[in-house]
């Protein structure tokens, strides 16, 4: 297996189902935002402060290009990654790509008290949810060569269903018992 990439909306659970999952499918777990940050030395909210969100795309869409030389690994992309068109054909030609599906609803519970992410520092955090998932829910959808809806299943729960379509998506035919 080359590289796996878990895409979807903030709070969908990349990182924490991700991490889980590498390890159940014993692939070297990356999240992009996380090696954004160790290699520039500052956090996101910073890049964003400095750099704007341009600045922050140019360094997610260059980590992305050296991480998807890689293989055995399992890569928890930032939420709005596949707004690049050219990351978009990147991760299709490159790897597997899995979309954690999930809702405003859940969303909004899952971050209630989440100060880190600079997109949803806005008056209305619900309002801002729902633009950005008018807008990346379709690229993320027409993308996702496997979709899991990221449920109410605990966090192992979910770890273990999203390894278990990940091994059983990249059987050789010979091992679904096709020819």
Known sequence: ?????????TGAGKTAVGR??????NLDFVDIDELVQQRSGVDIPWIFDVEGEPGFRRRESETLAELSTGSN??????AGIILG?????????????????????????RLKNDKRRPLLM?????????????????LYEALAD???VSDDDSLPAMARR?????????KSPEQNGND
């Not at 590289?3 to 909306?9: A, K, T």
């Not at 889980?20 to 499918?25: I, P, V």
């Not at 690994?73 to 930032?78: D, E, N, Y």
């Open 1 to 9: 297996m080359n590289v796996v990439y878990l895409v979807g909306p």
């Open 20 to 25: 889980r999952a590498a390890a159940m499918l």
């Open 73 to 78: 690994t399992l890569v928890a992309t930032g």
């Open 85 to 109: 068109p050219s990351n978009r054909v990147l991760m299709r030609d490159t790897g597997l790509v899995v979309y954690l599906k999930t809702t405003v609803r859940r969303q909004l519970s």
């Open 122 to 138: 806005a008056p209305d955090r619900r309002q801002r949810l729902e633009a950005m998932a008018n807008i990346r829910n379709p």
């Open 146 to 148: 496997l979709t899991i």
């Open 162 to 170: 999203v390894a278990s379509a990940i091994k059983d998506h990249t």
